[in-house]
């Protein structure tokens, strides 16, 4: 569901979509999950929105939703971002980097983006980089091979349906620390690079 909020798009978590990815990574039934959401939905109302329920049902389906870092931070795995969710904490390796390019906006005035594919053991997603951000990927601080934590960001759907990561100047993106790389993040490191990618300007 989408709409717009002050001209710009606003894309909505999809509950439904949440639980029908969840019954199948549990192998529960849709009904099932569904129970159990609006029974801890109605738990903690005064406390959570959707989206900390849905980390919840997701634990007690026996799922991990996220990596755990050594100061306890949950870092959300890849496969589990849907459009709509925001101020998302995700991490991943760079297995590829679009240098950044400047477009024409309707009303006249321009802007920078950038792209990168992040992977981890679960999915590949791609990485748009709005404004200055786009010098990340431009400047060399960001390369192929790198294993970054991305925080404060948005997910969109993209124009071949799957979710995208948003990142903006709200956003930050900071190299994985030693201490995370050894704990529940190690795998990423093993992550291998993948050719099969189209920058959005590609697919418009």
Known sequence: ????????????????????????ESGRSE?????????TLEEYKE????????FLVARELGLSPAYETPTGEAILKLTMLIPGLKNVTTAGKVVRVIPATTFTRKNGSTGRRA???????????RVVLWGRAADLASEGIISVGDV????????????????????DHSSIVEPL???????DLA??????PDENFYPLSDLE
């Not at 509950?15 to 990815?21: D, F, G």
């Not at 970054?148 to 990142?167: F, M, N, Q, S, Y």
């Open 1 to 24: 569901m989408r709409s717009y909020l002050g001209g710009e798009e606003v894309e909505h978590l999809d509950v439904e979509k949440m639980i029908r990815r969840l019954a199948i």
């Open 31 to 39: 009904e099932e999950v569904r129970r159990l959401f609006e029974k």
């Open 47 to 54: 406390t959570l929105n959707e989206e900390g329920v849905l």
């Open 115 to 125: 792209e990168l594919l992040i992977a981890d053991e679960t999915a590949r997603r």
């Open 148 to 167: 970054i934590k991305i925080r404060g960001a948005r997910v969109r759907r993209g124009l071949d349906g799957t979710p995208e990561i948003h990142v």
């Open 177 to 183: 620390s030693e201490d995370e790389l050894k704990a």
């Open 187 to 192: 795998s990423l490191k093993d992550i291998r």
